[in-house]
């Protein structure tokens, strides 16, 4: 897979994601099993604006080359494997509840994704 391709993907999922959070955060937290009080939700926006701002760093950075390329798909391949670790363990540690799953899968896929981008960059 191309880097501009895994980079356009990373984009709209993190710009998707990222406006679910921003905008509708509570509806977000409940499809993930989560009680929504104030605090939560608060969190949940400031997390929204911060993946948008990632999906805006990869969309931009679609026709990079060379070192700059291959930094942004790490750092971008790091989020996927550390929210796949810790999203994993608090899922076997009942920490969250099991109907978050899929969410590991998502990151999974993410990560094959970014790191299929790397292979060519």
């Given at each position: 897979?191309?880097?501009r391709l895994a980079l356009t993907?990373?984009?709209v999922v993190a710009i998707v994601a990222g406006l679910g959070f921003a905008l509708a955060p509570a509806q977000?937290?409940?499809?993930f099993g989560f009680a929504a009080p104030p605090e939560?939700?608060?969190?949940m926006r400031d997390i929204g604006v911060t993946l948008i701002g990632l999906g805006i760093v990869n969309w931009l950075a679609r026709d990079?080359?060379?070192p700059a390329v291959r930094a942004i798909l790490i750092?971008?391949?790091f989020i996927q494997a550390a929210e796949l670790l810790v999203n994993g363990w608090e899922i076997a540690a009942s920490v969250i509840p099991a109907q978050s799953a899929p969410g590991i899968v998502l990151h999974l896929a993410l990560?094959?994704?970014?790191l299929l981008g790397l292979r060519r960059a």
């Open positions: 897979m191309s880097p993907i990373g984009a977000m937290l409940s499809g939560a939700l608060v969190v990079a080359t060379g750092g971008n391949l990560g094959v994704v970014f």
